[in-house]
């Protein structure tokens, strides 16, 4: 699998990349940061623990929250950007 990560911004508690990657499947148990995904291209079906899988497609988003127990899968060629937030701003 290829796979390609380049960091756009970085700043006080907060990153954004562009990630490109060839199909994959992960999972985590314990989602460290939260993060806003913008499909770029590709799909991706994300599947939060016991609850039905959710698929995302070019062009649009979602967000994964900290703690987030979930599956991730993408098909094809897949592009997005990716916002992260380190630190709670509260």
């Not at 006080?12 to 989602?31: C, D, L, P, Q």
């Amino acid at each position: 699998m290829q796979f390609f990560k380049k960091r756009l911004f970085q700043g006080a508690g907060i990153r954004m990349y562009t990630v490109s990657s060839e199909s994959w499947k992960t999972s985590r148990s314990n989602f460290a940061f939260d993060e806003f995904v913008y499909m770029l291209n590709g799909l991706a079906n994300v599947q939060a623990e016991g609850e039905g899988a959710q698929i995302f497609n070019s062009y649009e988003f979602f967000t994964i929250p900290k703690g987030f127990r979930r599956a991730w899968d993408s098909n094809g060629h897949v592009l997005f950007k990716s916002i992260v937030e380190e630190k709670s701003f509260q």
